[in-house]
């Protein structure tokens, strides 16, 4: 089936540095999101992009974080600076169209370490 | 704020044995639910999706949707250890937004 797929899979860094997270989401899909998940619970949704732009996002997604995909390479998500509770797993989605009701496929997440 | 509320928390059940998970919504303007499961250290895989009432079946799993009540239930019966995993449920809307909304999860674990 389709695959998203997360660069790094696991990323350790002290905090206070930047740390970009990278997505190469399915190959025709234009709706992309990140989600955070700690101590595998729940999933909780950040933000998502359309057209090089942020559509919606939650509380969790801080003024720390940014999104971007420039020129169709890697949809990224940067933290910086990175705190503590920062710590989780992020995991990247895709979606092929527009509505609640096109599936998200998920990548394998990166698991993000704050020192 | 919408919520997405699963019971029950953790589930063990015998192989062979039925296993009912439930997820209701606190948004009255829902109208999409999905169900995804998460082996542990894995990204979540979609399962099933409901979007009118009644019912679906796929194999041996069964989907329920009531959405007067925005109450989905989950049931997977000669469940086997494969099964075992964290299984989330979410909400999505039938607007420009493709936001989803998901659930706190229930853990099953299938014992052989």
């Known amino acids: 089936g389709p695959k998203v797929l997360q660069i790094p899979s696991h990323q350790i860094i002290d905090m206070g540095q930047m740390v970009t997270l990278n997505c190469d989401p399915v190959s025709n899909h234009l709706y992309f999101y990140w989600y955070k998940q700690i101590l595998g619970q729940q999933m909780e949704f950040l933000v998502n992009f359309y057209n090089g732009k942020v559509m919606e996002k939650s509380k969790l997604f801080k003024d720390q974080f940014s999104v971007e995909r420039p020129d169709g390479s890697y949809f990224t998500l940067k933290i910086q600076p990175t705190a503590l509770e920062d710590s989780a797993v992020y995991f990247c989605?895709?979606?092929?169209?527009?509505?609640?009701?096109?599936?998200?496929?998920f990548g394998p997440g990166t698991r993000l370490t704050v020192l | 704020q919408q919520k997405v509320q699963q019971s029950p928390e953790s589930l063990i059940v015998p192989e062979g044995g039925m296993a009912s998970l439930n997820c209701t919504s606190s948004d009255r303007n829902v109208d999409y639910f999905w169900w995804y499961r998460q082996h542990s250290g894995k990204s979540p895989k979609m399962l099933m999706s409901i979007f009118s009432n009644g019912e679906k079946e796929e194999g041996r799993f069964t989907v329920h949707l009531n959405k007067a009540s925005l109450h989905t239930s989950l049931h997977i019966r000669d469940s086997q250890p494969s099964d075992s995993a964290l299984y989330l449920c979410?909400?999505?809307?039938?607007?420009?937004?493709?936001?989803?909304?998901f659930g706190t999860g229930t853990r099953l674990q299938v014992l052989p």
């Open positions: 989605a895709s979606s092929q169209g527009q509505g609640g009701s096109y599936e998200q496929y």
């Open positions: 979410a909400a999505s809307k039938a607007s420009n937004t493709n936001k989803v909304v």
